[in-house]
C-alpha cells in the first residue's frame, strides 16, 4: 500500500551530504499515520474514541543514502495485527533508481487514552488491517 511520497530537501541533509537520520524518521511517522487512518484509525475516531497509538518498538535499517533531490516513496504492508497491537513494515524506495533506501519495522499499541493503557481494536480496524497483511515489498526484504 502507498503511504507517503516525498521529495528530500537541501534541509533534509546533514553535514555529509545525505538524509539526517530525523528525517527518515519523520517520513516513517507520515507514512504510519496515512497506514492508521486506511485502517479506520482515523484522526475523528482517536479524538472521539478517547484512543491513542504508542510505537513500542521500532528497528531501521538504513540500506541506501538519499541526496537532495531525490524523490521518495514509502509503501507499507501489514505483518501481525494482535487485539490490542499491531506490527507492520515501511520500505521507502528512491523512485528513480528504485532501489530500498530504508526499511523499518514498527510495533504500534492501541491506547485508551484516559486511563493510559493498552486496549482492544474494534472489531473493524483489525478487519481492515488483516486485508493489507502481506509479504514484504521487495526481495531484500526477506533477509
Same mark, same amino acid.
Given at each position: 500500500?502507498?503511504? +507517503?511520497?516525498?521529495?528530500?530537501?537541501?534541509? $533534509?541533509?546533514?553535514?555529509?551530504?545525505?538524509? =539526517?537520520?530525523?528525517? +527518515?524518521?519523520?517520513?516513517?511517522?507520515?507514512? !504510519?499515520?496515512?497506514?492508521? =487512518?486506511?485502517?479506520?484509525?482515523?484522526?475523528? +475516531?482517536?479524538?472521539?474514541?478517547?484512543?491513542?497509538?504508542?510505537?513500542?518498538?521500532?528497528?531501521?535499517? +538504513?540500506?541506501?543514502?538519499? $541526496?537532495?533531490?531525490?524523490?521518495?516513496?514509502?509503501? !507499507?504492508? &501489514?505483518?501481525? &495485527?494482535?487485539?490490542?497491537?499491531?506490527?507492520? &513494515?515501511?520500505?521507502?524506495? =528512491?523512485?528513480?533508481?528504485?532501489?530500498?533506501?530504508?526499511? !523499518?519495522?514498527?510495533?504500534?499499541?492501541?491506547?485508551?487514552? %484516559?486511563?493510559?493503557? %493498552?486496549?482492544?481494536?474494534?472489531? %473493524?480496524?483489525?478487519?481492515?488491517?488483516?486485508?493489507?497483511?502481506?509479504?514484504?515489498? %521487495?526481495?531484500?526484504?526477506?533477509?
Amino acid at each position: 500500500m502507498l503511504t +507517503y511520497r516525498g521529495t528530500v530537501f537541501p534541509w $533534509h541533509c546533514d553535514h555529509v551530504g545525505h538524509m =539526517n537520520v530525523m528525517w +527518515y524518521v519523520g517520513k516513517f511517522d507520515e507514512a !504510519t499515520w496515512q497506514l492508521f =487512518n486506511a485502517i479506520g484509525l482515523t484522526p475523528s +475516531y482517536l479524538r472521539t474514541a478517547q484512543r491513542g497509538m504508542a510505537a513500542v518498538d521500532q528497528q531501521i535499517k +538504513y540500506l541506501r543514502e538519499l $541526496h537532495a533531490g531525490a524523490v521518495v516513496t514509502i509503501r !507499507t504492508v &501489514v505483518r501481525e &495485527v494482535h487485539e490490542k497491537r499491531i506490527v507492520f &513494515v515501511h520500505e521507502m524506495c =528512491n523512485d528513480e533508481t528504485g532501489e530500498v533506501a530504508a526499511r !523499518t519495522i514498527l510495533v504500534a499499541v492501541h491506547m485508551d487514552t %484516559s486511563i493510559r493503557k %493498552s486496549c482492544p481494536f474494534p472489531p %473493524s480496524v483489525i478487519e481492515s488491517a488483516k486485508a493489507l497483511i502481506g509479504p514484504p515489498q %521487495s526481495p531484500e526484504a526477506q533477509k
